[in-house]
């Protein structure tokens, strides 16, 4: 027949070692979901520097569009009215000014935009940290000293306290 104190003790060690694995399991399916959230984050991030960079680009060009017809239709007016020398260069250098400013405002925005999502993303790194650092993963040494506990109870209940000699 079965020794109670030693399936006692079998049971204990089990059910210890089962709650340690069932501990790190979910410690670990934490630590992937919050991986996980922050590779999310880090993706939508990448897309919106593309995007900013290709809405840039695109009105960029634009404006570039926009400033070669003003240039085209300074062109044809001084032309057309015998006007030249000076006054054309005022207007060519009145519409270059204004292609400068568009262009600066353009990158500046892109600038902005960039910087305010890698501000966002410094906070998702922060966050991310933060939530690693609450994970609680299940001690080893605890274990162990339950372990060690439940055959101190199974010494004690079998008389077996003093070592052999």
């Known amino acids: 027949m079965c020794n ?5 003790l079998v049971f204990k060690v089990v059910q210890t ?9 979910t410690a670990n399916k ?3 979901a919050v991986k996980d959230a922050y590779r999310t984050a880090d993706a939508q991030a990448q897309e919106r520097y593309r995007q900013v960079n290709a809405d840039a680009a695109e009105k960029q060009s634009e404006r570039a569009r926009q400033a070669a ?24 250098g009145e519409a270059e000014g204004a292609f400068g ?3 600066t405002r353009i990158a500046s925005d892109r600038l ?3 910087r305010a ?3 966002e993303m410094q906070g998702v790194r922060a966050k991310a940290q933060s939530d690693l650092n609450k994970i609680k993963y299940p001690s080893l040494v605890q274990s162990g000293l339950q372990i060690a506990g ?10 077996t306290n003093k070592a052999n000699t």
């Open 4 to 8: 109670p104190a030693a399936a006692l």
């Open 17 to 25: 070692v089962a709650s340690y694995e069932e501990q790190r399991s």
């Open 30 to 32: 934490q630590v992937d």
């Open 69 to 92: 017809i003003e240039r085209s239709r300074i062109a044809v007016a001084s032309g057309e009215s015998g006007l030249g020398g000076l006054n054309t260069a005022r207007l060519e």
């Open 101 to 103: 400013r568009d262009s």
């Open 112 to 114: 902005a935009s960039q």
């Open 117 to 119: 999502t890698e501000l």
């Open 150 to 159: 439940a055959f101190g109870d199974y010494k004690r209940s079998t008389g």
